[in-house]
């Protein structure tokens, strides 16, 4: 246990539902990190936080996807209008400013039916 | 553009020595890791190197030529918790990190 937690750990939903997850990053680290991991890939960079303040976004993040970090702690991450092709583990990490080590959490699995 | 290789899968045995290589052409370069991840799990932090050279960790050592482009992860004494999906990664030009496709190693008694 890396001290980064996510909910939920799994979540099915049909095509055209919204989604939406949580990332509690290590207490300390003022950056959090989105990734997405399909089966047989690496994990894909989604976005980055420092703070509050969004600093990176991927080509990869459409316009259906939205992420948040509004104190600077807990991040979300919401899908609207889920498609089969969003099925994935997305991951968060954590790490603190300075420090180069990004330390991941167990994953969010989602199936979009 | 942004690429890493590493072999897709590699088989060894209890006991022996295993190297995965890693090859990297990235924009920017802050640092390479690597990561083990069991499937289904999170990839949990094995090593870092940002300077060339051989970083040595208890059974597990990673070592980094920047001007090749080219790092490897050197696992002894194998055991069989030792199977897993080891993923190397480049921290480029931002903080993010940049994986590849990550190398299965199955260790066998």
């Known amino acids: 246990d890396t001290g980064v937690s996510q909910d939920p750990r799994h979540k099915i939903t049909k095509r055209g539902q919204n989604v939406t997850f949580r990332c509690d990053p290590i207490s300390e680290h003022n950056r959090l990190y989105w990734y997405r991991q399909t089966l047989g890939q690496g994990p894909e960079f989604l976005t980055y936080f420092q703070n509050e303040a969004q600093l990176e976004k991927s080509r990869l993040l459409s316009d259906r996807f939205s992420a948040e970090r509004p104190k600077g702690s807990f991040s979300t991450l919401e899908i609207q209008r889920t498609e089969q092709g969003d099925s994935a583990m997305y991951l968060c990490a954590s790490s603190l400013l300075g420090a180069e080590t990004q330390y991941f959490g167990p994953g969010t699995r989602l199936l979009v039916l | 553009g942004q690429n890493i290789d590493q072999p897709t899968e590699m088989t060894a045995t209890e006991g022996a020595i295993v190297q995965i290589n890693c090859t990297y052409q990235t924009s920017g370069f802050n640092g390479l890791f690597w990561y083990q991840q069991h499937a289904g799990e999170a990839p949990t932090f094995l090593s870092y190197n940002v300077l060339d050279g051989l970083e040595e960790k208890g059974r597990f050592s990673s070592f980094l030529s920047r001007s090749k482009g080219y790092s490897y992860l050197l696992l002894k004494e194998l055991q069989m918790k030792d199977s897993a999906s080891y993923l190397c990664?480049?921290?480029?030009?931002?903080?993010?990190?940049?994986f590849g496709t990550g190398t299965r190693l199955q260790v066998f008694p």
């Open positions: 990664a480049v921290q480029g030009g931002t903080d993010k990190l940049i």
